[in-house]
């Protein structure tokens, strides 16, 4: 009997030093995608704090490599991981690795080169049974399985070693234009998996999967573009499930591990900026979707954006925290808007902690158009960007002020949800936010800090060309470049999408249409059209306008957008009034706004004596116990912490490429790190491929 309580004993005593551990790691690692599987961004360390924080220098820099690749304008966002002294993330060509992250010093690397569709990686996800340790990460349309330890591809994972993403999501008219762009979430031994697709007409379908971890095997499915049957089917026109794609969930998920709820977002349906072939409200595009992760069973949801044709995704994973309203202890889900929102929701039942109105907005003017009539709008907190863009949102000292003044008068400006019609339309803020991918921290008192950006982007609709037999190039050229090039080829005025006119410089005909079959960053594949319409893009961009086979067989669209396109003025700054990048605290027990300061700053305007006005931005912060806030994320290449108490800068330092990450916060043998992913590449800046610690000397 004694040596049976002995036993009985040991056993208890293993299972609390177990715990202990594991907490432990909890507080120096930075085990998942931002930090937890709250998404939170918080670490508890302490050690790097207001007092001393304006010491710290650089710890190591790891060449993650891919250099080779960065004239193709590479980045990357890897948010990485860091577990028991190890570092994971993912290079500037997408290949995994493994540093010591006391050092710098590579463990391990992958050379997978296998041919997949292009995509920018912003992690990876960390596995264990207590026996044996994975690492999964998506390569283009596959998702791969790798031993933790050495790197190698776990063959028995899927086929040799990886999940074909592609299958199971195909349609009738779509491309094969799919990627996992953000890191999957692991409940237990099941893979929570959304994925990447196109934005136009011929877009795959949207499904959220779940996999098991061991084997790779699909456990079930959650069609987001509900069938017959299915609950959601009849915001729907009838067909819909068969002929339409998106509505997918890339921007990543929160998890509730207690009780087993996973919090998926999704975007708009494809194609976005027109729906009239998909009258209704579209349920689940545009949804938080509360999932039973075990089984893929819609627990609730809530639309914010009905019937989206403004491409107002939610753009960043959901925010898992406590609330205390009027004395009562709420487990609460928020999420951003691009639309500078927040919405935030009783995590069990989804009621709204705060009132949502279901507010009136305008009509569309398009044949063919039923744009809904009203569109939720939370009515507290306060939203965290301006909403509105009229003449006194002109910046004051723009170059050109006339011009633009005049240029606003005959476009359609002034609010939220202006549908996109033939004249010019603005967004404010810009297609991609407001909030972006980068998401929102949350610290241990409930105090939440969001990244968000206010340029104007204009656009507008032109109809669609829909030979089925003969067309020409420049009709290709409409179908699948312009909505992001634009109608002039020039790409963005920022060169987050490049011009065209120079592109006989930089590609020949065989590497171009190779550049099409793969895709490369937030550009598709177009590997679904033929080898005759690929070589008359090519033509149309050296000048020439042939005739050419018509598109068969594929879903197409109405009408076409004729691009993304920022608006500033004749030297190059956004036309608004500053600021166009922001910090923003809001206490999130009362909804208040705490601060706001301007993210980001151009040197060459300060020096003239205009205040700091921001810039724009890419990446998500980190928030520590320690008082500070760490976000890189600016066009001006500069990693910064602030005082997360009254949004002072305390320290910068100047990257050797932009960081349009978000940090991460660890600790090994006792000494606090940050370290940040430098890939550059976006808004005209320089490419890059280190990854840089700090740590106080």
Avoid at 518 to 527: A, D, F, K, T, V
Avoid at 582 to 611: C, D, F
Avoid at 671 to 681: E, L, M, S
Wanted: net charge positive; hydrophobic share 35%; charged share 20%.
């Amino acid at each position: 009997m004694k040596k049976l309580l002995f036993m009985v004993g040991i056993s208890i005593l293993g299972i609390l030093l177990g715990f202990a551990s594991w907490q432990n790691r909890m507080r120096v690692d930075w085990p998942t995608y931002h930090g937890g599987n709250n998404r939170n961004h918080f670490s508890p360390l302490k050690q790097i704090n207001t007092s001393n924080v304006s010491q710290l220098s650089l710890a190591w820099d790891y060449d993650a490599g891919g250099a080779d690749t960065l004239t193709n304008g590479t980045q990357i966002q890897c948010n990485p991981i860091i577990i028991n002294g190890i570092l994971y993330g993912v290079s500037a060509n997408t290949q995994a690795f493994a540093i010591d992250a006391k050092s710098g010093v590579e463990l391990w690397k992958t050379n997978i080169k296998i041919k997949t569709n292009s995509t920018t990686s912003r992690g990876l996800s960390y596995w264990s049974n207590g026996k044996k340790s994975r690492i999964f990460f998506g390569y283009g349309s596959y998702l791969f399985a790798l031993d933790a330890k050495t790197g190698k591809v776990i063959a028995s994972f899927g086929q040799e070693g990886k999940v074909n993403l592609l299958t199971g999501i195909q349609r009738e008219g779509s491309d094969e234009y799919v990627s996992l762009n953000t890191p999957v979430t692991i409940f237990k031994n099941i893979l929570i998996v959304g994925t990447r697709v196109s934005e136009s007409a011929t877009a795959l379908l949207g499904d959220i999967r779940g996999y098991e971890a061991i084997s790779g095997k699909l456990l079930w499915t959650f069609q987001t573009i509900p069938s017959p049957g299915q609950f959601g089917y009849d915001t729907w026109e009838k067909y819909n499930y068969k002929n339409l794609g998106g509505a997918n969930s890339w921007m990543g998920m929160a998890l509730d591990e207690k009780r087993g709820i996973v919090y998926a977002p999704t975007g708009s349906a494809a194609f976005d900026f027109y729906g009239g072939n998909r009258k209704g409200d579209n349920l689940f595009a545009n949804c938080l979707l509360a999932l039973d992760a075990t089984t893929g069973k819609r627990l609730w949801h809530f639309q914010t954006v009905h019937h989206d044709i403004w491409d107002r995704d939610i753009p960043a994973p959901p925010n898992l925290f406590s609330l205390t309203i009027r004395g009562e202890k709420k487990d609460v889900v928020s999420v951003l808007s691009k639309q500078g929102f927040m919405f935030v929701f009783d995590r069990v039942t989804g009621k709204p902690i705060f009132p949502i109105v279901e507010t009136p907005f305008p009509a569309s003017d398009v044949p063919g158009e039923l744009a809904s009539k009203t569109q939720p709008i939370p009515t507290w907190p306060e939203p965290f960007t301006r909403q509105s863009f009229f003449e006194k949102d002109i910046n004051p000292w723009a170059s050109n002020y006339e011009d633009i003044k005049k240029e606003l008068a005959l476009s359609k400006s002034g609010h939220a949800y202006i549908p996109v019609g033939k004249e010019r339309t603005i967004f404010f803020p810009g297609t991609d936010g407001g909030a972006q991918w980068g998401g929102a921290a949350v610290d241990e008192q409930q105090v939440m800090y969001i990244p968000a950006k206010e340029n104007p982007v204009y656009t507008s609709l032109i109809p669609n060309t829909k030979s089925l037999k003969m067309t020409t190039a420049s009709v290709i050229y409409e179908q699948h470049c312009m909505s992001c090039h634009g109608q002039n080829k020039q790409g963005n005025e920022d060169g987050s999408i490049p011009s065209l006119l120079q592109i006989k410089k930089k590609y020949g005909l065989q590497s171009f249409v190779q550049l099409l079959n793969q895709g490369r960053g937030r550009m598709p594949s177009l590997q679904h059209i033929s080898q005759e319409q690929k070589e008359a893009i090519w033509s149309f961009l050296q000048g020439e306008n042939i005739a050419v086979k018509g598109i068969l067989n594929l879903s197409i669209s109405d009408y076409l957008m004729t691009g993304y396109n920022r608006w500033f003025d004749s030297n190059g700054y956004p036309v608004s009034r500053p600021p166009w990048g922001t910090l923003t605290a809001i206490n999130m027990h009362s909804g208040k706004r705490l601060w706001q300061v301007p993210l980001g700053e151009y040197p060459e305007l300060m020096a003239k004596g205009i205040p700091r006005t921001g810039t724009d931005n890419y990446g998500g912060p980190a928030v520590t116990a320690g008082g500070l806030v760490f976000i890189a994320a600016t066009k001006d290449e500069y990693i910064r912490a602030f005082d997360r108490a009254t949004g002072e800068e305390l320290w910068r330092y100047q990257l050797p490429a932009a960081g349009y990450a978000s940090p991460s916060v660890y600790a090994v043998d006792g000494k606090q790190y940050v370290v940040i992913a430098c890939g550059g590449g976006k808004l005209k800046t320089k490419s890059g491929d280190h990854y840089l610690a700090f740590s106080l000397n």
